[in-house]
């Protein structure tokens, strides 16, 4: 986080010496856990298209593409924190898991994602955060939006008319388009762990091939997964760092407090507590939420200057003009009371 202090006004870093103690608690990895949470998502995953083959019916194949999204959605926030190896604490068990049954599967390598994300993590809303710069050159984030333009932004977002954008903003994450080793971010995409991809992909996509079912878990695997990367995962995606005021580090990364619904199909695992996960990234997805609560409740700088938004509905409504003139500019700030209830 040196670099951001380096790249910014002095004042702009939040302190983090009294929370330290506490972070250091937060930051013990449940191996047993992630790996039940891990298994159960393949589970459901194999449950519901096993039982869609069986029924035969559209309604249930739709059904079945809406529980596979959403697990695939949980698989995307795996990757992520594999990729800061909060996945499993033994870091090569971390890596092979988080390639073989998380990152692979969505057409990613963790190495690659890493690379990226660790860059982000350290110049944050900078033009050397290429995260940023994406931000700047796609029309889709550029924010504030009308309320028309947003309508049409989402509604290009579930026809896919707009795919590509986050198609080609991704490929740096992608082993087949890495397989020259460009060396992006200064990352030594080795020959190893290419052919760790070649091999799995044909391994998996073999087994499907041969399967008499091809085609139906074919569809079942890639069609919810094009569905929640371009809409759900682009939502989460923009709610992060689109439309804050960006003057200080606490109010540079937006959290949200989820809904039931948010959780299921947007932001499972405590994803969406992302400013928390900027200032202390060590600590794993089943701390945050608490930690969450222990700022807001004991620190008043953070719960008077954290940018925070009650529901992804709520960044939606941040994104677009105020209705009416008389309406406070920025976001309104919920009572730490209140906001140790949200989460």
Not at 4 to 24: F, K, N
Not at 107 to 113: A, P, R, V
Request: a positive charge; aromatic letters at 12%.
């Amino acid at each position: 986080m040196g670099d951001i202090a380096e790249e910014r006004a002095p004042g702009y870093r939040y302190s983090r010496r009294g929370t330290l103690a506490l972070v250091r608690e937060l930051s013990v990895i449940d191996n047993r856990r992630n790996a039940l949470l891990l298994i159960l998502q393949w589970a459901i995953m194999i449950g519901a298209g096993a039982l869609a083959i069986h029924v035969d019916r559209v309604p249930v194949y739709l059904l079945a593409g809406l529980v596979i999204g959403s697990r695939i959605q949980c698989l995307a926030v795996m990757m992520h924190d594999a990729c800061h190896g909060m996945l499993f604490s033994n870091r090569r068990v971390n890596d092979w898991m988080g390639d073989l049954f998380v990152a692979f599967p969505l057409g990613f390598s963790i190495h690659l994602y890493r690379a990226n994300h660790m860059v982000h993590h350290r110049h944050t809303n900078t033009l050397r955060d290429r995260d940023y710069r994406v931000q700047q050159r796609d029309p889709d984030q550029h924010f504030p939006k009308s309320p028309a333009a947003m309508a049409w932004l989402l509604v290009r977002s579930v026809t896919g008319l707009n795919f590509y954008r986050m198609a080609r903003d991704s490929r740096i994450w992608a082993p087949f388009a890495n397989f020259h080793n460009p060396g992006r971010f200064g990352f030594d995409y080795r020959l190893g762990l290419r052919v760790r991809y070649v091999v799995w992909a044909l391994l998996f996509y073999g087994l499907i091939l041969v399967s008499p079912w091809r085609w139906q878990i074919l569809g079942l695997l890639l069609i919810p997964q094009f569905i929640w990367a371009n809409v759900f995962n682009r939502i989460r995606a923009i709610a992060e760092h689109n439309g804050v005021a960006d003057e200080r580090e606490l109010n540079g990364t937006r959290t949200i407090i989820p809904t039931l619904l948010d959780r299921f199909l947007i932001a499972p695992f405590n994803v969406s507590y992302h400013l928390e996960h900027h200032l202390f990234p060590s600590v794993p997805w089943q701390n945050l939420r608490r930690l969450h609560v222990h700022l807001m409740t004991t620190d008043p700088a953070y719960a008077a200057d954290a940018h925070i938004t009650r529901g992804y509905w709520g960044v939606i409504r941040e994104l677009m003009p105020r209705a009416a003139a008389g309406e406070e500019e920025a976001p309104k700030k919920m009572p730490p009371h209140h906001a140790a209830e949200g989460a």
